[in-house]
């Protein structure tokens, strides 16, 4: 691929406004008149801000994962206006939003869904990390600067370098290009070279000296380590784990054979694996008319695409379990299972899904990547990194009673650091007391949630706890670990720090739409007008499958097994678990009888619910479900409300029929 040096619009502009007439006019072929674009420009006429990638491209038409994608194109996006092929027959070339334009999900569908239905321009008032850098790996431009776009909409040509402004120089470089295909090809060539790293002795941030470490000098030595890294410098880093699950593989080993040849080789096949983690159960809630659109068929091809490639690759496949005779789940979702298994402190860890940084509880580095990322990294092994601020967050004190790692980042998320979107693509590093004085699970969920405001990842520094972890569930040496340890320096450089009293803080929820609209629990009734009633009750995903998330689920429900309650009538509690050895874990411990007498159905580790495939689904507006999971963008879940709050908010809310805090289930 490559690209000219300039860019003209000729067809059609799509606005993205709140007003959903002014939106079914421009689908219908009439354009915004003057006016009305002018009021898009001061601001009177709102765009749609946070419209995550499972709008763009909702679970289901993730089934796909070629040109059929423009036909769905924002077909999930709030208020139904879009439908099938209305992106691609409206002639559109740039798509106009508010803020935060492809938050949530590392999905490349996404934007290819744009560009495959002829979209040549996205123009938002700020754009995602993982999104953003999707788009310019496929050659779909982005800008956030209004002078560029109304150049653009007079019909001027445009110099592609107005598309580099503020990249770093290896972005600029695949902007170019028109890809990251065509880029990484001139530069495993030596025909290109990232800009020497000569930053010059500086105290670092743990993900700075990480990068550091991985940092590659030469593309075809494969050369790695700098001494010094900074803020903005371009590069590559090695990795030392690469992993993707059947949503993404297919897609992923498409590009790969497209860019590099049908007999092209994984490279070092010991550090990749693949997961059979995301549609395990989606034939227990697939919709009759997605059943007659194939899609059954569609998803299951998936899987049968991810395996052929495993086989072929000689990569590690975590698949689905086999008990009693019959197929009863995963062997665990991705996340989990590379905490459990996989990654170890200072590595670099690429996966094809944002929440990958959920292992930066361990003290790597750990983030999520697209499929053409990941394509390329399968043969390469590096992955572009332009070196990220870190915010740092010090969390001092405990938490009372109730409180947990979950209602922490319900509280943070919704500060005005994050929901004024300043925290994009930085990285979250959490410590402090009140961090070491949690257990791994309470630190992973932190971690798990650093992208829910944009952030590139999180990441904790390593101590005796994830040292005690490694040594019981994988049998490693404590010392050998100890030495993989690598701790910020004590005088480094933060983009901004943030002091917390853990001992102040309450149980949260975060009211549907968005994971940042978090509000005290105690002010729910206040903010809904009255008690919020639910329907589902679902405890599960990697953010609450974990066995810390089954201790206060089976604390809550003793309790109501014990006073003679159980889930209250209408009222459906799911727990899921994260993985197998989870299982085996809340087994062990005689959860599983408490969590059936209680009421609750137990699911196999599963994707599931999270992303609209498995059990714990709305099926209608009207339903309310009170969740464990991460993110409740619209369409997330279901279509119903999706409220998010703590593992004990989950369980006593499913004993109370309506959404309470865990001290008063009983009352």
Request: aromatic letters at 8%; hydrophobic letters at 40%.
């Amino acid at each position: 691929m490559s690209r000219s040096d300039h860019v003209q619009i000729s067809g059609r502009i799509l606005y993205l406004t709140e007003d959903a007439d002014l939106l079914s006019k421009q689908l219908a072929g009439t354009d915004l008149s003057e006016e009305e674009v002018k009021r898009v420009d001061d601001g009177s006429l709102a765009l749609i801000d946070n419209i995550s990638t499972d709008e763009l491209t909702p679970g289901w038409v993730c089934y796909y994962y070629d040109e059929t994608l423009a036909r769905y194109c924002l077909v999930g996006l709030r208020g139904n206006v879009v439908q099938k092929d209305s992106i691609k027959q409206g002639k559109f070339e740039v798509i106009v939003s508010g803020r935060s334009k492809g938050c949530g999900s590392s999905r490349e569908t996404a934007p290819y869904s744009e560009l495959e239905s002829g979209v040549k321009v996205v123009f938002a008032k700020s754009i995602e990390k993982i999104y953003g850098q999707n788009c310019q790996n496929i050659g779909l431009l982005t800008t956030t600067d209004p002078a560029v776009f109304a150049r653009l909409r007079r019909g001027e040509s445009v110099e592609v370098a107005e598309f580099t402004r503020g990249l770093d120089a290896i972005s600029a470089g695949v902007v170019r290009a028109g890809g990251l295909f065509a880029y990484n090809k001139s530069r495993l060539a030596g025909e290109v070279s990232p800009p020497a790293i000569t930053t010059e002795q500086r105290p670092m941030t743990l993900a700075e000296k990480i990068i550091a470490s991985r940092a590659i000098r030469d593309a075809r030595s494969g050369e790695m380590g700098v001494p010094f890294v900074k803020p903005g410098d371009s590069l590559f880093v090695r990795t030392d784990v690469r992993f993707s699950h059947e949503y993404v593989t297919p897609m992923a080993e498409s590009l790969f054979v497209a860019a590099l040849g049908k007999d092209a080789t994984v490279t070092d096949p010991g550090s990749v694996w693949a997961f059979r983690d995301h549609l395990t159960f989606l034939d227990k809630v697939m919709p009759e008319a997605h059943l007659k659109l194939g899609l059954r068929e569609q998803a299951n091809q998936l899987a049968t695409v991810q395996e052929a490639f495993t086989k072929r690759h000689s990569v590690k496949l975590y698949g689905e379990i086999v008990r009693d005779g019959k197929t009863v789940g995963s062997d665990a979702i991705c996340h989990n299972k590379v905490i459990e298994a996989i990654a170890l402190p200072g590595q670099v860890v690429a996966g094809t899904d944002s929440h990958t940084c959920m292992a930066g509880v361990l003290g790597c580095f750990a983030f999520g990547v697209g499929s053409t990322d990941m394509a390329n990294a399968w043969f390469s092994k590096d992955i572009r990194v332009a070196v990220p601020e870190t915010v740092r967050f010090n969390l001092h004190g405990r938490l009372p009673a109730g409180v947990t790692a979950k209602d922490v980042m319900l509280h943070l998320l919704a500060q005005p650091f994050w929901k004024g979107g300043e925290g994009i693509g930085k990285v979250l590093e959490f410590a402090g007391e009140g961090v070491t004085n949690m257990p791994l699970d309470e630190r992973a969920t932190l971690t798990n949630m650093a992208v829910e405001a944009g952030g590139f990842t999180g990441i904790i520094e390593a101590d005796e706890v994830v040292v005690e972890y490694l040594v019981a569930q994988r049998g490693l040496d404590a010392e050998s670990v100890r030495k993989l340890i690598v701790k910020a320096d004590a005088n480094a450089a933060y983009f901004a720090s943030f002091d917390f009293d853990l001992s102040t803080f309450e149980p949260m929820v975060a009211l549907p739409g968005d994971p940042r609209n978090g509000v005290p629990l105690a002010k729910l009734r206040e903010q809904s007008g009255g008690d919020v009633a639910i329907n589902i009750a679902y405890g599960g995903s990697c953010t609450g499958g974990k066995k810390a998330d089954m201790d206060m689920y089976a604390d809550v429900l003793r309790q109501a097994v014990e006073a003679g309650r159980s889930v209250a009538p209408g009222v459906h509690l799911y727990i899921q678990f994260g993985s197998q050895d989870i299982r085996a874990y809340a087994e062990a411990r005689g959860y599983i009888e408490i969590f059936l007498k209680a009421g609750a159905e137990l699911v196999d580790p599963s994707c599931g619910a999270c992303i609209k495939a498995g059990p714990g689904v709305s099926f209608t507006k009207e339903e309310v479900t009170v969740s464990a999971i991460n993110r409740n963008f619209p369409g997330r879940s279901g279509p119903g409300k999706v409220y998010l709050a703590s593992p004990r908010v989950i369980a006593a809310s499913a004993i109370a029929g309506r959404i309470v805090s865990p001290t008063s289930f009983l009352d």
